[in-house]
């Protein structure tokens, strides 16, 4: 009897190792449980993220197992130490216990709600998340890369990059490749090397002479293509979304222009891609400033038109 007893035990062991380890992003509560959208853009979850109460900013930071978003906004309720006007913040939701938070200001923000706070990165990893900062105390001054670390499933306090990331001017939101590279992007692209948390090596990169990115740049994992925002006089609207695709030479080719269902006549800035690969995210200019999500789909459809093979 005490045999059979082992052998049953032993087979559900092996089953349960057996069993394919569930990926979050691939479940049906990802993205809060939305419909995916097609080759046609969405507004991106309204009422919860892209919510007419405030005018949302900069691009949507999703964690690498996809159960935490991160956003930024601005908003009348946070006013700068005056008192007039209004701040921009960062907020977020998890999935816990089964469902997905209600939006929530980020806990490392609190202690400085008369600033600006935006422009959520994760690190690769999901360990780090970077966020720039103006005028925070402690900072080069202006507006400062910081982060925070992951420590026992809570963030730690705000910590200031430093040099050589940071300046004392504008440091906008970076992306980071699987490659070890990380970029930022304001006015001109600037190519870090990243090892071990830190940044070195700073190169100026350019795109393409022609083109000129203003605000911040997405660069895919491996570095096949980038996606940018460009003033050009045949564009939809005053600020279009551009792609371009790596070539032989290991060179980003010719822009192409991402097309009147991306562009429109109002601004387009802010792209970026979700960890699976499966969404396109950029801010539309609407009254609200809201984030739409597309599929990448149309990257493909894009990559299908490119002359640079």
Same mark, same amino acid.
């Given at each position: ?25 691939? @479940? +049906?509560? $990802?993205?809060?449980?939305? #419909?995916? =959208?097609?080759?046609?853009?969405? /507004? ?30 601005w908003s ?16 977020? @939701? +998890?999935? $816990?216990?089964?469902?997905? #938070?209600? =939006?929530?200001?980020?806990?490392? /923000? ?68 699987s490659l ?125 038109q490119s002359?640079?093979?």
């Amino acid at each position: 009897m005490n045999k059979y007893i082992y052998l049953l035990i032993l087979g559900v062991i092996c089953v349960s190792c057996s069993q394919p380890k569930q990926i979050f992003l691939e @479940s +049906k509560d $990802a993205y809060f449980g939305l #419909t995916s =959208p097609g080759i046609i853009p969405e /507004v991106f979850a309204p009422g919860i993220v892209s919510d007419t109460s405030w005018g949302e900013h900069c691009q949507v930071a999703i964690s690498p197992k996809g159960d935490e978003i991160y956003w930024s906004a601005w908003s009348s309720k946070y006013p700068p130490a005056d008192g007039k006007g209004n701040t921009e913040q960062i907020y977020f @939701s +998890k999935f $816990a216990d089964g469902i997905w #938070t209600k =939006p929530a200001l980020a806990e490392f /923000v609190k202690d400085h709600l008369t600033i600006l706070n935006g422009g959520p990165v994760f690190s690769q990893d999901g360990n780090r998340l970077y966020f720039y900062s103006v005028d925070r105390p402690g900072g080069l001054g202006g507006m400062d890369t910081w982060y925070v670390e992951r420590i026992d499933e809570k963030w730690s306090k705000p910590i200031n990059v430093g040099e050589p990331f940071n300046s004392k001017g504008e440091d906008w939101s970076l992306i980071f490749t699987s490659l070890g590279n990380a970029y930022k992007n304001f006015g001109k692209t600037i190519r870090y090397n990243y090892e071990n948390g830190r940044f070195s090596s700073p190169d100026t990169t350019v795109i393409h002479k022609d083109f000129r990115p203003i605000f911040p740049i997405y660069v895919s994992p491996d570095e096949s293509y980038v996606i940018f925002d460009s003033f050009k006089k045949d564009n939809f609207g005053d600020l279009d979304l551009y792609i371009s695709f790596k070539n032989k030479d290991d060179k980003w080719g010719d822009p192409i222009n991402m097309g009147d269902k991306i562009n429109t006549k109002a601004r387009e800035r802010f792209p970026v891609v979700s960890p699976d690969g499966k969404y396109f995210f950029f801010m539309r200019h609407t009254k609200t400033q809201d984030f739409f999500w597309v599929s990448t789909d149309v990257i493909k459809d894009l990559k299908s038109q490119s002359k640079n093979e």
